[in-house]
């Protein structure tokens, strides 16, 4: 089946400082690709959408200034939590549509666990 | 109003046993497609089985099939002869075919599978 790579898996960082998470389908192409976060014990919601070639669509309540996502190829999403703050702390997961138009689905990366001191 | 609802936060079944897990949808849309998903405790999320709204037949994937029933807009996932590497949280989501791609997740539901 579909592979997403996600990395890293877990990054503990200092408050003020700026964490990438990079998002790669492995063995597909993936024009769309999805961003997620999760509190603990709580389901994921959806942050943003990531188009190969153009800017990401944020979900109301998401900065965008502060959540950078650049797709710049086909096969990879990044997701930058600039001046992280303790409140980002949380597990993030990416996403991507792989398949037919007729049966599409979506793969997830391994998440990320982002702990801010 | 929420466009997907997992009433059950935790179910208990034991091994080898059948379970249901619930999941009601709404949309008004008249194309969507329904998935589950299972993420264990390594927070990873695996895709298990996907229905859309036009099929015809319930979908099966080994030991996970879907009872989709449209006119009460639920998609219940059954796991039979559970085994104890099912125990995990289970999510039921929606895609609609207008907008984006993105995923509707229930609240998700806790399944310990008991030796």
């Known amino acids: 089946g579909a592979v997403v790579s996600q990395h890293p898996s877990r990054v503990i960082c200092k408050s003020g400082t700026s964490v990438k998470i990079e998002c790669r389908s492995l063995?597909?192409?993936?024009?769309?690709m999805f961003w997620y976060r999760q509190f603990p014990k709580q389901s994921l919601m959806l942050m943003a959408t990531?188009?190969?070639?153009?800017?990401?669509?944020?979900e109301q309540g998401v900065e965008k200034d502060k959540f950078l996502i650049n797709h710049a190829s086909l096969t990879l999403s990044t997701l930058t939590v600039t001046s992280a703050h303790p409140e980002d702390s949380s597990f993030y997961i990416c996403?991507?549509?792989?398949?037919?138009?007729?049966?599409?689905?979506?793969?997830f990366g391994s998440g990320t666990q982002l702990s801010v001191l | 109003a929420q466009k997907i609802t997992q009433t059950q936060p935790g179910m208990f079944v034991q091994e080898k046993e059948a379970v249901t897990l619930d999941c009601t949808y709404d949309?008004?849309?008249?194309?969507?497609?329904l998935f589950w998903y299972k993420q264990p405790s390594s927070g990873e999320m695996i895709f298990l089985i996907y229905?859309?709204?036009?099929?015809?037949q319930n979908a099966t994937e080994g030991r996970y099939s879907l009872n989709f029933q449209k006119a009460r807009k639920s998609a219940n996932l059954v796991i039979s002869a559970s085994q104890l590497g099912d125990s995990a949280m289970y999510f039921c989501?929606?895609?609609?075919?207008?907008?984006?791609?993105?995923?509707?997740f229930g609240t998700g539901t806790r399944l310990t599978v008991i030796p």
């Open positions: 229905q859309g709204s036009y099929d015809q």
């Open positions: 063995d597909f192409q993936a024009t769309t």
């Open positions: 949309t008004s849309d008249p194309s969507y497609g």
């Open positions: 989501a929606m895609r609609e075919s207008t907008g984006a791609n993105n995923l509707f």
């Open positions: 990531s188009n190969e070639g153009s800017k990401a669509t944020y």
């Open positions: 996403s991507a549509v792989a398949g037919t138009a007729t049966n599409e689905k979506l793969f």
